[in-house]
C-alpha cells in the first residue's frame, strides 16, 4: 500500500489522488494569509495541522470568546512537570488562522505531528536546541535557543537552513529580507491562490533531493506518524483533506510510502505520560532574541503586516509617531509623511519590491530620531518586538494550583504582564498586604513572577517595592509547584516545611525564616523554628553564625509589621546572639588578609542585626553586651587590623567610644612599632567600606593629622606594599570627599583652626553662620515643602520659611 500519492511536478493540490498539502514558514503572516485564501476556495472537508495530536481535545476551546493569541499549547510530563514543550501560535500564525477557518466553517480540525509523548521522551534523551526554519522545529523547552543563518552542528550532522540555501541561490545574503521580498510582501487570494504553496513545494522538494533530511534525522520519524495520520484521514473524508505543516516536511509527505516503512520508523519509541492546555503567550517570547528557537525577530511588525488591510508602511509609520509622542518626542504629520517617502526611495534603491523593516527602520531614525538609536530603541521594544500577551479562556484545563493562583490574581486586581513594571505596596493596606503574601509565598514556590527592590518612597518597614514580569515559562513554574499544594498557601507552606528539615546550612534556614514571615505562613514556622534551633544548637562555626543572625533580626522587625506571631524566633534569635558573642574574639585572631576582609563583614552583619534586636523582649541588654565585644576587638593586638578598626569606628559611631579614646587607639595602631601592613589595614577597617569615613575624617582634624603624619612616615621600602590596602579605602571616598581632603592635606597641620580663626579658608569651616550661602537654598527648600507664601525677613535680617 502506498503513503500520499499525487501528481508529479509538485502541484500542491491534486484532486484526482492527493490531499491538499499548503506548505507554510510558521510565525509567517504571509503564509498565513496565502492558508487562508487556499482554503476558502478549495473548501476541505477536513484541515490536518502540525500540532500534537494529544490536542485534539482543546481545538474548541480556540472558538471561545476568552481566548486571544498569542497563546501557545502546553505539554509537560506528569511525572516530571518541569519537562515541558511549547508549541507557540500567533494571529499570524499559519497554523492558528488554518484552526480558526476550521472552527468557523464547521470543519473537522486535527493535529498530526508527533504526539507529544514522544517528543518529551525525546528531549529528555537528546535536548539541543532546533533551528529556526519553514520546516517547522520540534517544539523546543524554554531553555531552548535559536541558531545563526547557516545552519546549526548536532553530532557530526550539519543542519541545512532552508531559507538560508534558498536565499543564496536567489543572490541574496539575507534569508530574512528575501523571504519578507519574496512571499511576505506579495498578496493573497489574487488569481491562483496555490501559486504560492507549488512554488515553494517545488523549492523544497530541490532542497530535500539534495541535502535529504537536512541533518534533521528526527524529522523522518515526525514525517511518518504524519504521513499515517494523513492515510486515516483520507479514509474518513476522502481526498478533500488539507495538510498545513512546515513547508519542509510537503516533499515528504507527497512521496511515496508503505505503511509497514513509516509503522517500523515508529516502533519502539520511548514515551511518558504527558498533559497539555494552552496557555497565554507572549510577542517578546516569540521573537529569538527572547530565546525560543522557533520564533521571529519582529513579530509586532509581522502582526502588523498581517493586520493592515492597506498602506502598511504608511500605517506603520503612524504607529510609530504615536509612540513617540506619547513619550514626548517632537514628531508630526511632516514627520510621517517625509519618512513614507524616504523609506520608499530606500527601498527604490536597494531594489525591494515595498519597503520592509529595514527600509522603514532607517527613515524612522533619519526623520523622526534626528539620527539617534536611543528613541529607534523604544521602537524596537515596544512595536517591532511588542509587548502583546494572550490570553486562554477560563475553561482550559489546569492544575489545581493554577485555578487558585488565577483566583488570587483576579481577587487582588494584579494582573499579569508581559512588560516589566514596578509595583509600590503600602503593607497597611489590606489589598497591597495580600498582593506582598502571593507574591512571596510564589517566590518560595520558585515562580519567579516578581523581585523585592529598592523603594523609590522611602525606606520605612510598612513600604515594599516589587519589579514584575510574566513570562509564559511560568506556567510550567506552576504546573511543577502543584505536587505541592492544591493552592498557593498549602504548596508553599508544604514546600517550606520540606525545604527546613532538608536544609543543610544554617543560614537557609534562618532566609526561610524570614520568607515564611513574609508570605505569612504561620503553620510552616513551627517547624522551621525546631528546624533553626537543632541547626543553631550543632553549628560552631561564628561565620555560620553571624551570617544567620540578620536574617532573623529582619524576620523579627517585618513580622511586627505585618501581625506575625514571632515570639518562638525571639529565643532563637536572641541565644544565637549570645553565642556570635562569646565566639567571636577568638575567631578573629591570627587570620589571613582575605580571612579577616571576610570576618569584618560578619562584624558588620552582626552590628546591623543587633540594633534590629534591640526592641525585642527576649534581647533585653543585648547592645551593651555587643558593645562589651567590640571593646575587646578594639584592643587586642592578636585581632586582624583591619578588624579592630572596624569595631573601633562602630564603637564611636554608637556612642560608645569617645572621640579622644578613638584617636588614642589610632595612635596606636599608627605608631612606628606598628607594621605598616597592620596599620594601613586598621585604616580600612575605620575609615573604609563605605562607612562615611571620609566625612569622619573631614570633619575630625586630629585624626585626619594622625593619618597624615602615619603615611608620610611609611619608609620608602614599605609603601608599595601598603599602598594597594591605601587605593581601596580612599578610592571608596566621592569626588568631593577626596577632593576636601586633599585641600586640607595641602593646606597642613592647623589649617582649618586657622581658616575658622580668620573666617576664610575652606567653605563650611568659619566660626558661624553664613547667612548669605543658607538663603541662597530657600527657593529650593520652598519648593520642596509646596510653601505658597514667599519667605520673609526676620527681625534679626534672616529669611523665615513658612511657619
Known sequence: MTGVEGPPGGAAKGTDGGPLLLGVRHHGPGSARSVRAALAAARPRAVLIEGPPEADGLIPLAAEEGMRPPVALLAHAVDEPGRSAFWPLAEFSPEWVALRWALEHGVPARFIDLPAALTLAYE????????????????????????????????????????????????????????????????????????????LEEAMTALRETYGAGGRERDLVREAYMRLQVRAARKEFGDRVAVVCGAWHVPALRRGSTVTADRALLKGLPKVRTDLTWVPWTHRRLARAGGYGAGVDSPGWYAHLFQAPDRPVERWLTKVARLLREE???????????????????????????????????????????????????????????????????????????RDLARLQKRLRLRAEPRERELELDLRGETDTGRSRLLHRLVLLGIGWGEVTASRSGTGTFRETWRLRWEPELAVRVAEAGVWGTSVHAAATAKAEAHALGARALAEVTALAERCLLAQLPDALPVVTRALADRAALDTDVGHLAQALPALARSLRYGDVRGTDTRALEGVAAGLAERVFVGL??????????????????????????????????????????????????????????????????????????HEEAARLMGLALSPGTEPGDAAAW?????????????????????????????????????????????????????????????????????????????????????????????????????????????????????????
Open 683 to 803: 585604616i580600612e577597617g575605620f575609615v573604609g567600606g563605605g562607612s562615611g569615613g571620609g566625612m569622619l575624617l573631614v570633619h575630625d582634624e586630629r585624626l585626619l593629622g594622625l593619618v597624615d603624619a602615619w603615611l608620610t612616615g611609611v619608609p620608602p621600602e614599605a609603601f608599595t606594599d601598603v599602598l594597594p590596602l591605601l587605593r581601596r579605602t580612599f578610592s571608596a571616598y566621592e569626588q568631593g570627599v577626596r577632593r576636601t581632603l586633599g585641600e586640607l592635606v595641602r593646606r597642613g597641620p592647623g589649617a582649618r583652626a586657622s581658616a575658622a580663626a580668620t573666617g576664610s579658608g575652606l567653605p563650611g569651616f568659619a566660626p558661624g553662620l553664613d547667612d548669605d550661602r543658607a538663603d541662597s537654598v530657600v527657593p529650593v527648600l520652598r519648593l520642596l515643602l509646596g510653601l505658597e507664601e514667599p519667605g520673609r525677613v526676620g527681625a534679626d535680617g534672616r529669611v523665615e520659611v513658612g511657619r
Open 124 to 199: 529528555a534523551e537528546d535536548p539541543a536546541p532546533r533551528k529556526d526554519d519553514p520546516a517547522g522545529p520540534t517544539p523546543a523547552p524554554p531553555t531552548g535557543g535559536g541558531g545563526n543563518g547557516e545552519g546549526d552542528r548536532r553530532g557530526d550532522a550539519v543542519r541545512v537552513d532552508p531559507l538560508a540555501v534558498l536565499a543564496e541561490a536567489a543572490g541574496h545574503d539575507d534569508p530574512e529580507r528575501w523571504w519578507e521580498d519574496a512571499v511576505e510582501h506579495r498578496g493573497a487570494g489574487e488569481g491562483d491562490t496555490l501559486a504560492p504553496f507549488t512554488a
Open 328 to 402: 514626548d518626542q517632537v514628531v508630526s504629520s511632516a514627520h510621517v509623511i517625509e519618512a513614507v517617502r524616504l523609506a520608499g526611495a530606500l527601498a527604490a534603491l536597494r531594489g525591494r519590491p515595498l519597503p520592509g523593516l529595514t527600509e522603514t527602520t532607517d527613515a524612522v531614525r533619519a526623520v523622526m530620531c534626528e539620527g539617534s538609536d536611543v528613541p529607534l530603541a523604544l521602537v524596537h521594544d515596544r512595536l517591532v518586538v511588542g509587548d502583546v500577551l494572550g490570553e486562554v479562556p477560563a475553561s482550559a484545563p489546569a492544575v489545581p494550583l493554577q
Open 585 to 658: 574574639p577568638p575567631a578573629c585572631a591570627a587570620l589571613d588578609a582575605d580571612a579577616a576582609l571576610e570576618m569584618r563583614g560578619h562584624v558588620d552583619t552582626v552590628h546591623g542585626a543587633v540594633a534590629l534586636l534591640e526592641e525585642s523582649a527576649a534581647a533585653g541588654g543585648l547592645r551593651e553586651r555587643w558593645r562589651s565585644v567590640l571593646r575587646v576587638l578594639s584592643g587586642r593586638d592578636t585581632v586582624a587590623g583591619v578588624v579592630r578598626g572596624r569595631a573601633t569606628r562602630l564603637l564611636l559611631d554608637d556612642g560608645g567610644l569617645p
